[in-house]
Nanobody, 115 residues
Framework: VQLQASGGGLVEAGGSLRLSCVPS????????MEWFRQTPGRQREFVAR???????NYADSVKGRFTISRDGDRNTLYLQMDNLKPEDTAVYYC??????????WGQGTQVTVSS
């Protein structure tokens, strides 16, 4: 399975971006899909999760600003990021897993927020 992430870029503080992640297989086969982010010298950190039944969870730092969703018709995982802050600057990775504990990571997409 491969995950293709896209949608990153450079945006001013207060702006918005939408990240996309397209798996090479049917999205409904995954139990959980998530977004993580990482900055140089720091561990990869959890951002948002959507689980079977469309249950969502968010890191406190992004609650109320980010929205995770997945579209079965477009076979795509999204992360809508609004009111972006400079501290949101990072490489964003999508992650998918199944109940079998198999898991996969996307290649990452750079998000840069200027102040």
């Amino acid at each position: 399975v491969q995950l293709q992430a896209s949608g990153g870029g450079l945006v001013e503080a207060g702006g918005s971006l939408r990240l996309s992640c397209v798996p090479s297989t049917t999205i409904v086969t995954f139990n959980t899909m998530e977004w993580f982010r990482q900055t140089p010298g720091r561990q990869r950190e959890f951002v948002a999760r959507v689980s079977r039944g469309e249950v969502t969870n968010y890191a406190d730092s992004v609650k109320g600003r980010f929205t995770i969703s997945r579209d079965g018709d477009r076979n795509t995982l999204y992360l809508q990021m609004d009111n972006l802050k400079p501290e949101d600057t990072a490489v964003y990775y999508c992650h998918a897993s199944r109940l079998s504990r198999d898991e996969w990571w996307g290649q990452g997409t750079q998000v840069t927020v200027s102040s």
